[in-house]
């Protein structure tokens, strides 16, 4: 099982509809978890962060953690072409260690 | 990325040859880490440094590969001598600080022919 696994992509959704990206990682004991989004040709820029079971809003951008389930998922509502990027999920393990998931390719279709 | 300064950007070089990356986070943060990014892949922890000291190099191929922070700011990343398979992105990042989250920089992207 990998650490950090993401949705195999790429994922295309239609301009204005809710891209939905999961994660899952293998750490019962982590507590801290990140979305990234990186442009092609860029490095990663972070995006959300949560720490707590349930919701976190920031805009468009919806971060939901179960952490029984060892579930993580990024919510993008009302999808533009301009979020179309790669996607990585990022986890904290124990020991400290920010481990990344391979990514999701995210494409908005106008 | 504003808060990280990397150079250069972009390097090709031949195996076997040597190549220097060089990382300063313009605001001194504490703690600053190297990463390598395999095209496809997610970023991968090299070397993790607080101020001066490393923290964890488990991950470092430390027969080819080293690294340095001198007085807890600009930090160097050596490869000597490179190989086909270290083609990537190496990323550095500093850690917020009041917080676990991690800001890259823009990264050299390293082409080994």
């Known amino acids: 099982q990998k650490e950090v696994e993401q949705n195999s992509g790429p994922l295309s959704v239609p301009e204005g509809a809710i891209a939905s990206l999961n994660c899952t990682y293998s750490?019962?004991?982590?507590?801290?978890f990140f979305w990234y989004r990186q442009y092609s040709g860029k490095s990663p820029e972070l995006i959300m962060s949560?720490?707590?079971?349930g919701d976190k809003e920031d805009g468009r951008f919806t971060a939901q953690l179960n952490k029984a389930s060892q579930y993580v998922s990024l919510l993008i509502r009302d999808s533009q072409p301009s979020d179309s990027a790669t996607y990585l999920c990022?986890?904290?393990?124990?020991?400290?260690?920010?481990?990344f998931g391979q990514g999701t390719e995210l494409s908005v279709k106008p | 990325e504003a808060g990280v300064a990397q150079s250069p950007r972009y390097k090709i070089i031949e195996k076997r040859q040597s190549v220097a990356f060089w990382c300063n986070p313009i605001?001194?943060?504490?703690?600053l880490y190297w990463y390598q990014q395999i095209l496809g892949q997610g970023p991968k922890l090299l070397i993790q440094?607080?101020?001066?000291?490393?923290?964890?190099d488990s991950q470092l191929p430390k027969d080819r590969f080293s690294a340095e922070r001198l007085k807890g700011v600009d930090s160097t990343l050596k490869i000597q001598p490179a190989k086909l398979e270290d083609s990537a992105v190496y990323l550095c990042?500093?850690?917020?600080?009041?917080?676990?989250?991690?800001?890259f920089g823009p990264g050299t992207r390293l082409t080994v022919t």
């Open positions: 990042a500093y850690q917020g600080r009041n917080s676990y989250e991690q800001y």
């Open positions: 750490d019962r004991g982590s507590q801290s």
């Open positions: 440094f607080q101020n001066n000291g490393v923290v964890d």
């Open positions: 949560i720490y707590s079971n």
């Open positions: 605001s001194g943060h504490a703690t």
């Open positions: 990022a986890v904290i393990f124990q020991g400290g260690k920010l481990i």
